[in-house]
C-alpha cells in the first residue's frame, strides 16, 4: 500500500458555525479515531483530491501541527451538489492491530468465455478485507484467464497472503454471462453435430 503524506491543524472550535466557516476557507473538517483520545483536525480540500480521486487504497501519513499519525480512510461524506469531500473520517493504524478495510479487485487476464463470445461482469467491485496494514495492497488482484462460459468467481474460492476476506464466501465476485449471440452459436454448432 502506498504512502501519502497529508498536512492537517487541530481544531478546537467544534460547533456548526465552526464548521462552516472552515469549508468556507477551502478545508475539510476531519476526525481520526482509533486511539484513546479522538482527535478532531482540518485540511486542504485540494489536498484530498489525491487521496481521494483515485482506485487504490492509501496509508496516510496525517501530520497534525507537527505530530504524525498513520491512518486510512473509514469514511467520506460529500456534498450532494458540487461532490466536494464535507467531513473525513480517519482510522489510526498500528503495527500490531489488524484493520477491516474495503480493498478494489483488479481482473488479470482475459476470460476464456470472453474469447468464447460471453459477457465478463465485475459483481464486487471491493472486497472488506482483515489484515495488517503493511500486509494490506493497493488492490487485490484476481486471475481470470480460465473462466469459462456461464462460470464465476467465488469469494470462497480466492486467497491472498495474510488477509482475511470478510465478505460471504458463497458471493460472486466476477463471471462470465452467456450472450444470445453465443448461445446461438452453440445451438447452431449442436443442430450440425446432429446431421
Known amino acids: 500500500m502506498q504512502t501519502i503524506e497529508l498536512k492537517a491543524s487541530k481544531r478546537d472550535n467544534l460547533g456548526k458555525t465552526a464548521t462552516k466557516q472552515l469549508r468556507r476557507e477551502g478545508k475539510v473538517p476531519c476526525v481520526i479515531y482509533g486511539d484513546k483520545e479522538t482527535i478532531h483536525a482540518?485540511?486542504?480540500?485540494?489536498?484530498?483530491?489525491?487521496?481521494?480521486?483515485?482506485?487504490?487504497?492509501?496509508?496516510?501519513?496525517?501530520?497534525?501541527?507537527?505530530k504524525k499519525y498513520n491512518v486510512v480512510i473509514q469514511d467520506i461524506q460529500y456534498h450532494p451538489v458540487s461532490d466536494d469531500a464535507m467531513h473525513v473520517d480517519f482510522l489510526q493504524v498500528f503495527d500490531d492491530k489488524p484493520i477491516t478495510m474495503e480493498i478494489p479487485v483488479k481482473l488479470k487476464g482475459l476470460?476464456?468465455?470472453?474469447?468464447?463470445?460471453?459477457?465478463?461482469?465485475?459483481?464486487?467491485?471491493?472486497?472488506?478485507?482483515?489484515?495488517?496494514?503493511?500486509?494490506?495492497?493497493d488492490m487485490l488482484e484476481?486471475?481470470?484467464?480460465?473462466?469459462?462460459?456461464?462460470?464465476?468467481?467465488?469469494?470462497?474460492?480466492?486467497?491472498?497472503?495474510?488477509?482475511?476476506?470478510?465478505?460471504?464466501?458463497?458471493?460472486?465476485?466476477v463471471s462470465v454471462k452467456l450472450t444470445r449471440g453465443a448461445r446461438a452459436a452453440g445451438q447452431t454448432g449442436e443442430e450440425e453435430g446432429e446431421e
Open 42 to 66: 482540518s485540511a486542504l480540500l485540494k489536498e484530498f483530491n489525491k487521496l481521494v480521486y483515485t482506485p487504490k487504497v492509501h496509508l496516510v501519513n496525517l501530520n497534525v501541527d507537527g
Open 111 to 137: 476470460a476464456a468465455g470472453v474469447k468464447a463470445g460471453g459477457k465478463l461482469s465485475l459483481e464486487k467491485r471491493k472486497l472488506k478485507v482483515k489484515g495488517l496494514a503493511k500486509d494490506m495492497p
Open 142 to 173: 484476481v486471475d481470470i484467464t480460465n473462466l469459462g462460459l456461464g462460470k464465476g468467481i467465488q469469494v470462497g474460492q480466492l486467497n491472498f497472503d495474510n488477509l482475511e476476506l470478510l465478505n460471504n464466501k458463497n458471493q460472486v465476485v
